[in-house]
């Protein structure tokens, strides 16, 4: 199984830019479609953005359409997430998932392996 672990959070001011990481092991990436996930405190884990195994196609939740990207590097076991324009809003937990079999990319009960978790803050 592939062990997941995200880095890169933090506090910043609306409008400024971060890039979350999440980097694999235990398994090579190539086997799984990756996602980023958020929490916000009260709410329920929402999907933010997908990535097929082979990089060829992405998704995005319309809340982050334009100012966030994924993208993977298989040769490094990595998936980043880059966020610009950030909104209060966008302060959650963000979380890493992986899953090698079929799924819905925007369903969290698809996946199978998830990271620790890095907070992003965004101050008004």
């Known amino acids: 199984q592939v062990q997941l672990v995200e880095s890169g959070g933090g506090l910043v001011q609306a409008g400024d830019s971060l890039t979350l990481s999440c980097a694999a092991s235990?398994?090579?990436?190539?086997?799984?479609?990756m996602a980023w996930f958020r929490q916000a405190p009260g709410k329920e884990r929402e999907f933010v953005t997908g990535?097929?195994?082979?990089?060829?196609?992405?998704y995005s939740a319309d809340s982050v359409k334009g100012r966030f990207t994924i993208s993977r590097d298989n040769a490094k076991n990595t998936v980043l997430l880059q966020m610009n324009s950030l909104k209060p809003e966008d302060t959650a937990v963000y979380y890493c998932?992986?899953?090698?079999?079929?799924?819905?990319?925007?369903?969290?009960?698809?996946?199978?392996?998830w990271g620790q978790g890095t907070q992003v803050t965004v101050s008004s």
């Open positions: 998932a992986a899953e090698a079999g079929f799924l819905r990319v925007y369903d969290r009960a698809d996946y199978s392996f």
């Open positions: 235990g398994r090579t990436l190539t086997m799984y479609t």
């Open positions: 990535i097929s195994r082979s990089g060829a196609s992405t």
